[in-house]
Every structure is written in C-alpha cells, then in structure tokens.
Nanobody, 120 residues
Framework: QVQLVESGGGLVQPGGSLRLSCAAS????????MGWYRQAQGKQRELVAA???????NYADYVKGRFTISRDNAKNTVYLQMNSLKPEDTAVYYC??????????????WGQGIQVTVSS
C-alpha cells in the first residue's frame, strides 16, 4: 500500500506564490509518473502538471510559464511551485503517483487533497 501526503497549501493573494509538496511512502519499488491535479468547486478534476521518472514534464496550458513541477526521487516526493497565482487557481489540489511495489504490483495512489485559495 502506498500513501501520499500533500502539504503547503493555504491562502495567498493574487500574484503570490505557493509551493506544494507531496511525499509518497509505503512499499515502493519504483515511482514512474507523478502529477498534480486540481478540482474547483462544481467542476471536474483536471490535470495541472505531471512528471515522469526521467523528469519529462507536461503542463496544462493555463499554468504554463507560472507553475513548475519537480521531483526528488530519493525522497519519493513531488513538488509544485506556483507563481503568479490567480483567483481562478483556487481549488483543491491532489497529488497522484503511479509505480511498482516491492511485491511487483502496480499502484496508482491519490493524496487526500489540499486547499489552495487565491484571494485578496
């Protein structure tokens, strides 16, 4: 079983910055892709950014140039640096990880979600 724990959310003014972290723990042999999704109130969950084991990144158009995803493989942790935040970035942000356990089973896990609110 693999658990993901997010941290770093909160309230920030428009134009401000936040850094989200997501640490994975458990029987992890290898993590392939890690990503961040978000779900605004009344809307579907959507991909924000993803990163592969080789650090290839993918971003939603609406965050390109503002958000940066990175990962520390030694710590099984993924980060999301969010700059120039806008009120429309307000949402619950979820971390996702996919990989292989020590028992050679694939896993796909989600974090519990963390609130990001951009407001003056």
């Amino acid at each position: 079983q693999v658990q993901l724990v997010e941290s770093g959310g909160g309230l920030v003014q428009p134009g401000g910055s936040l850094r989200l972290s997501c640490a994975a723990s458990g029987s992890i042999r290898r993590i392939n892709a890690m990503g961040w999704y978000r779900q605004a109130q009344g809307k579907q969950r959507e991909l924000v950014a993803a990163i592969t084991g080789r650090a290839t990144t993918n971003y939603a158009d609406y965050v390109k140039g503002r958000f940066t995803i990175s990962r520390d493989n030694a710590k099984n942790t993924v980060y999301l640096q969010m700059n120039s935040l806008k009120p429309e970035d307000t949402a619950v942000y979820y971390c996702n990880a996919e990989g292989l356990t020590y028992s050679s089973r694939t896993f796909g896990s989600w974090g519990q979600g963390i609130q990001v609110t951009v407001s003056s």
